[in-house]
Each structure stands twice: as C-alpha cells, then as structure tokens.
C-alpha cells in the first residue's frame, strides 16, 4: 500500500536516446523525434526497434555536421504534388497554354496510376518501373477525341510522359518534398535511350506528289497548303496571320507573338521569313484590297457572320479587353489565361479566322483522295519544308532561323562556339532559301498560274468555287 504523502512512480516510457535523436515504441510503431532548428520533428521510423535505431543513428550523424536529415521534407501525396508543378508552370514560369496543357495531360496519367494504386501514399514511394508497366495496358483515344477508336499508348507518348514525371519529380526535390537523399524515381527513365519501336512514320512529300496534291486543292486550300509548303511555318502560325504580317513589297513574313490576343509561338521564338515570288502573288490574292484582318478566312466566311472580319489588330486587342473586363466584372476573382485565352479565341472566330482543326480535316481529305495514307497531318508540310532546305545543303543557322528552333551553340552544336559569333544576314537568308525553293519549279509554276488565274482578285474565304 502506498504511503501517504508520496508520489506514485513515473512508469518507463522505454524511450531510448542516440546522441540528439530519442526513439520510443509508438502505436505499434516505432518513431523517432529530434529537433531540426526551432522544429521538433516526429516520424516513424520502422517496425522495430532495431531499425529505428539504425535510423535515429544515422539522423544523429547529420544533425552533428549540419547536413539535411533523412526527414527533413515535407511529404505530400502525388495529386498535391502535381497540382503544385502545374501552378508552378502557370503562374511562376509562365509557360504556354499548349505547354501547360501537355504537362497536365501526362501528369494525370501518374495521378491516375497513384490513385488505384495507393491513393493515400505520399509521392516520394512511388515506383517508376511499375507505372511504366501501368502504361503500357492502358489505351487512350488519339489527341483526346472521344469518339475515336482507342490505342495503346506509343513508346514516344510514353517517353513525353516520363521525361515530364521526371521534371514534376525534380520540381518536388527542389521545393523540399522528397527526402534529401532519395533519388528520383524516374531517372533513367525516358530521355534519348528510350527504345521507339512503334513511331508513327513521318510522310514527307517529293515533287511529284507535292504537285499532285496542290492541283486537287480548291481555291480554299490550295493557297493554305501551298503558303505551309514554301515557308514551313506551322499550322498555328499560319491561322494567327494578320495582314499587317505580310510585307509585300519587301518580300517577308512577320512571325510573331501576339499576347494581347491570346496567342503566342510554340517556341516563343519570333522571326522573319523570306516570301518567294510566287508565294507573294498567292499571298496577293488572297489578300486582295484588304488592308487589315486575318490572311486566311474560313472557308465559307460571310462578312454578316463576322462583324471583326476587316479588324486591325489594335482593334482586336481592345475587343479582347472589352470581353475580359465584361467577364471580370461579373465574377468573385480575376481571370486565369487559360480563360482570358478562351475569351480570345472567340474574337479570332469573330474576325473570320480559318480553324486548325478545319484545315487538318481539309488536309486528310485531300490525302486520303489521292491514296497518301501516310500523310496525315499539315505538318507533312513543314517536314517537307525542312528536308528540302537540307537536300539544296542550306546552312544550319539558316535552317534554324527559318524554322523558328532554338539555335544550339558550344557542344550542342556541330560548329562549337562559331555560332555564337556567326550572325545571318537578311539578304542571305533570303538567297539561300529561294536557292533551295528553286529545286522544285513544278509546284511554284502551278502557284504562279492560281494567283494569276481570275484578273479580279477576291479575298479567301468567300464561298465561291473558283478551281483553278
């Protein structure tokens, strides 16, 4: 019995200490505490004690030299995590649209995978070579469309993926979310010594099949496809065209960024390129009187239907912050660019412009009509564009420039730091892509014959049937 007066035994917690780190048995754990700084740090630390006091040994050791402990991160699970890389590109680092589009797109395959897998468990435990087995069962519908026939994902899709994971995973080190001594889960994964063993083959057009194609365009498409054909620009480019892009007299094309319609280059990367004569007299034509608007209307545009079809582009702009300010005005917060873009994209509709997806559906036709299955996209175009300029032996820079790709230099580059230090003239881009254009005359002679095929010139995009 106890006597009175006394204080009853504090019984033993069986917590052992190593040096600055202290161990206990903790709901059938074992945990370890330490304080890092001003912060008191618990974690578990393993099933036994033996474990945790390996741990608490080896977290002592870095306490003692002031080197990031085992546990100094902040765990967070892999859909908090992409969230985070995602508003890191938006908001931060300003990526593109279409940039911060595909990194959503790959990044929730991982959350889906993480998701069946182990919804609760942070990112930091995830296995890379399991998920690369998870991809390879799923099928997907190509470019997103529904209604399309699913496929198995192809190894190039498969290396985006990894290679983004990669980068969402070294956004998460860098923001102190992983433990300081784990390595990525996705290294080695991906990147060039990925096998592609299913590539969808590139199409490239020769001359014959160049011409074949732009004889059975009508007075709609041949002009697209012919302008995408002799300047390489994409796609995108070509349907943001203004007519104060176009510089007839001189001879060039302004490829440029136009943020304050909500559009900008893949690259970002501006540039000008060089207008062969008879691009300009198709670009003529379809220009016609018109001194402002977009260049390539859409195939049946009827001015009632487009009340910005002749627009400047100051106009445009203003039109773009009268609808932004008009939808700020009736919501709680300002606007995100994904939807101020939304909103630009219904003033390129208002002022008449042609749809991408439009000219891609225009484009397969035509293909599948002359038995081309293998061209399936308008970017045939630009890789056609580009094999040309090498078969006339165009210099690299000049290739570069003209494509609008990021011009390498010191070890990436065959020249070394001579390109750093070699700057391209305007009068000799302009000499040798017309060189390398000039090898193929049969196309440009068929140009020359539509431009100059009514005397009255009328815009693209009036209805009429016109076949050359």
């Known amino acids: 019995m106890r006597s009175p007066g006394k204080r009853p035994r504090r019984q033993k917690s069986g917590r052992k200490r190593v040096g600055q780190v202290s161990y206990y048995r903790h709901h059938g754990g074992w945990h370890i505490y330490y304080r890092d700084g001003n912060h008191q740090v618990r974690r578990r630390a393993g099933d036994t004690e033996e474990s945790a006091a390996q741990v608490a040994a080896q977290v002592n050791a870095q306490l003692a030299v002031a080197a990031p402990t085992l546990f100094s991160f902040t765990p967070l699970s892999v859909q908090d995590l992409r969230r985070k890389f995602l508003e890191h590109h938006e908001h ?27 919804p609760s468990s942070p990112a930091h435990l995830l ?31 498969i290396r985006f993926i990894l290679e983004t994971c990669r980068a969402l995973f070294g956004f998460a080190a860098r923001k102190r979310h992983l433990p300081p001594y784990g390595e990525n889960p996705f290294a080695g994964l991906g990147g060039k010594k990925f096998r592609v063993e299913d590539a969808k083959p590139v199409f490239v057009f020769d001359q014959a099949t160049e011409l074949r194609l732009l004889q059975a ?3 709609w498409s041949f002009p697209i496809n012919f302008v995408l054909a002799k300047t390489g620009v994409r796609v995108g480019e070509l349907v943001h065209l203004l007519v104060e892009d176009v510089d007839l007299e001189g001879g060039w094309l302004q490829i440029n960024n136009k943020p304050e319609l909500g559009w900008r280059i893949k690259t970002g990367r501006q540039r000008a390129v060089p207008l062969i004569d008879e691009v300009v007299s198709v670009f003529r034509r379809v220009i016609g009187g018109r001194t ?32 932004v300010t008009a939808a700020e005005n009736g919501a ?8 101020e873009a939304q909103l630009a994209r219904t003033v390129w509709r208002d002022a008449g412009a042609a749809s991408s997806d439009r000219i891609r559906c225009s484009f397969t036709r035509l293909t599948t009509a002359l038995g081309l299955e293998n061209a399936t996209c308008p970017k045939s175009w630009r890789h056609t564009f580009a094999t040309l300029l090498q078969d006339a032996n165009v210099d690299p820079l000049v290739r570069q420039l003209v494509l609008g790709h ?19 003239r305007p009068e000799t881009l302009r000499r040798e892509i017309f060189r390398a254009l000039g090898l193929w005359p049969a196309a440009l002679s068929h140009g020359r014959q539509w431009a100059e095929g009514r005397e009255k010139h009328s815009s693209l995009g009036t209805g009429e049937s016109t076949k050359p």
Not at 141 to 152: F, I
Not at 410 to 423: I, Q
């Open 332 to 339: 709680a917060l300002p606007m995100n660019r994904m939807a």
């Open 406 to 424: 990021a011009v390498t230099s010191g070890r990436e580059s065959p020249l070394g730091m001579t390109s750093v230090y070699t700057h391209t």
């Open 217 to 219: 365009a009508d007075d």
């Open 292 to 323: 402002a608007g977009v260049v390539f209307r859409k195939e049946k545009f009827r001015a009632e239907d487009c009340p910005l079809g002749d627009a400047s582009s100051q106009r445009l702009t203003r039109e773009v912050d009268r609808r």
């Open 92 to 118: 931060v680092l300003r990526s593109s649209l279409a940039t911060v589009s595909r990194y959503r797109t790959a990044t929730q395959h991982l959350e889906n995978f993480a998701h069946a897998a182990a």
């Open 127 to 157: 296995d890379g070579d399991q998920f690369v087995r998870y991809l390879r069962t799923i099928r997907i519908a190509p470019n997103g469309h529904n209604h399309c026939a699913k496929r198995p994902l192809r190894d190039k899709g």
